[in-house]
Nanobody, 119 residues
Framework: QVQLVESGGGLVQPGGSLRLSCAAS????????MGWFRQAPGKQRELVAV???????NYADFVKGRFTISRDHAKNSVYLQMNNLKPEDTAVYYC?????????????WGQGTQVTVSS
């Protein structure tokens, strides 16, 4: 079974930075996408950033210019560098993995890591 483990969350002041990491293990046959979602209390889970099976990246408008997603293909890992953090960035951040095999997409989620931005 595929497992995703996130780390790097914590408490930071507004304007601070955090780097989230996600490592995938198990039967990683072919990565279609790896990305990050977040969910604040009482709100819907939303896309933060995604890295495709190639080198393309896609960001939500509210993080453009502040967050950077990157991949280490050899380690089946994805990272999210978060700079100039704002209180509204406070949420649980989830790693998302999509695998591709024989025309089918298989999706997996990590357990989440808490990010709190507060003075």
């Amino acid at each position: 079974q595929v497992q995703l483990v996130e780390s790097g969350g914590g408490l930071v002041q507004p304007g601070g930075s955090l780097r989230l990491s996600c490592a995938a293990s198990g039967n990683i046959f072919s990565i279609y996408e790896m990305g990050w979602f977040r969910q604040a209390p009482g709100k819907q889970r939303e896309l933060v950033a995604v890295s495709t099976r190639g080198t393309d990246t896609n960001y939500a408008d509210f993080v453009k210019g502040r967050f950077t997603i990157s991949r280490d293909h050899a380690k089946n890992s994805v990272y999210l560098q978060m700079n100039n953090l704002k209180p509204e960035d406070t949420a649980v951040y989830y790693c998302n993995l999509k695998l591709f095999l024989a025309g089918t997409i298989y999706e997996y989620w990590g357990q989440g890591t808490q990010v709190t931005v507060s003075s």
